[in-house]
């Protein structure tokens, strides 16, 4: 999706792969075969670039002080990335900039959760400090023998640990913002994301029924956040809204992330073209929503495959919806792996507050979803009848 970007900015990019099948590789002339953990490999993938940036944050800091030292310019550059990377000290870092995060500790023993969990109430969620995405490495546990249980195992496995508060909340949000080296910041309408096991299915843009303080306060916090913490290209700020509308910082995603998928068809500026945009240092582009909302709705694999092909699927769901947006990204199917997403944009008739006027556009992107990934229409429509 980046590639798409770059090819209309008329720059070139070379990918860094772990194989000639990772979807990046398979759109790209010229793919570097390695591992992200190779300081060798990423010396390879950076020689003779303009910027070095990233669609993950797993590279090793480390590494990147190297490449910086060696006069590479990375973006993010490692000194912000690493708040991306390591949960334990992106909340220290918030919490010193007095940034609301959920009362959290560090985890060396079971004692430490089992201390907190009496101190704050159970449940609490326990994290693995890095390493962890959609919902794997967070534990929900409910009282001190689970706790004992699953500490002891992750402490055991060498996983470090931190232990928070379960927030009480609302729903769940994403600011999305880019920073350019020149200190150009961007903001597209705050969003709503609707998690299912654990990793983002739905995002709303905008977050229906939010307050215009509220949506202003989580945009200038996730532009400070950016300006703080020296970030460059585009960042998510996950937040959490609590039932009397305060915000509190989950997570920090210094890339294009899925909460921002929605503005490859519903803002005027792609997240994918905007974070190419900030690290070569471009002025940055207009986020302005196209519609009064667009929803964009994962395409989460089916516990099974359906035995209709992708292709087929695809050619149904064009003829029922020829409004429906579709990004596939190539990837073989697995239940509930992401591989690919559905952007629907409301009618220029509609608000982001007419809650009907949202369900149904809502309803559109996770019935289209949902066909190409299962294979079967929500409502019981039959494309021979229809
Ligand atoms: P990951 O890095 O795997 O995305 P997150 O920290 O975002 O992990 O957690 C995944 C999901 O778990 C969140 O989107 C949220 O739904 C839930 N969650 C995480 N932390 C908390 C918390 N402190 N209180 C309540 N729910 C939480």
Redesign the pocket.
């Known amino acids: 999706m980046t590639h798409q970007a770059a090819i209309a900015l008329g720059q070139t990019l070379r990918v860094l792969a772990a194989g000639p099948d990772d979807p990046a590789a398979a759109v790209s002339a010229d793919v570097v075969i390695g591992d992200h953990s190779d300081l060798d490999d990423l010396r390879v993938a950076a020689r003779g670039s303009d910027a070095f940036t990233f669609d993950h944050e797993q590279v090793p800091t480390e590494h990147l002080d190297v490449l910086v030292a060696e006069g590479v310019n990375v973006q993010p550059p490692p000194t912000a990335l690493i708040y991306a990377q390591d949960?334990l000290r992106m909340r220290e870092k918030l919490r010193s900039l007095s940034i609301p995060v959920?009362a959290f500790a560090e985890v060396t023993s079971v004692a430490d959760v089992t201390d907190f969990g009496s101190a704050h109430g159970w449940p609490v969620?326990l994290?693995a400090i890095r390493g962890?995405?959609?919902?794997?490495?967070?534990w929900m546990l409910d009282d001190a023998d689970q706790a004992r249980e699953t500490v002891e195992q992750q402490l055991a496995a060498g996983v470090p640990l931190l232990v928070?508060?379960?927030?009480d909340?609302a729903r769940?949000l994403s600011a999305m913002v880019a920073r350019s080296p020149f200190g150009q910041g961007a903001t597209w309408p705050v969003v709503e994301?609707v998690?299912r096991r654990?990793?983002?299915a739905v995002a709303i843009a905008p977050a229906p029924g939010l307050s215009d303080d509220t949506a202003a306060d989580a945009e200038h916090l996730a532009l400070r956040i950016a300006s703080e913490l020296g970030v460059v290209g585009v960042m998510a700020v996950?937040l959490?809204e609590t039932p009397t509308g305060r915000l509190l910082v989950?997570?920090l995603a210094m890339r294009p992330h899925n909460s921002g998928h929605w503005s490859m068809d519903g803002a005027r500026t792609s997240q994918f073209e905007q974070h190419l945009r900030a690290v070569l240092d471009y002025p940055l582009g207009d986020c302005a929503p196209l519609a009064p909302v667009t929803v964009m709705a994962n395409v989460l694999g089916a516990p099974t495959a359906p035995t209709m092909s992708m292709d087929e699927r695809v050619h149904h769901l064009f003829a029922r919806m020829p409004d429906a947006k579709v990004h596939l990204y190539g990837k073989g199917e697995r239940a509930d792996r992401k591989i690919g997403h559905v952007n629907v944009l409301g009618a220029a008739s509609g608000s982001a507050n007419d809650a009907e006027y949202v369900a149904a556009v809502r309803e559109r992107a996770e019935r289209a979803a949902h066909w190409l990934s299962h294979a079967e229409w929500t409502d019981g429509w039959d494309h021979h009848d229809g």
């Open positions: 949960k959920p969620v994290k962890g995405y959609d919902g794997r490495g967070v928070e508060q379960k927030v909340m769940e994301t998690q654990g990793q983002c996950e959490f989950n997570e």
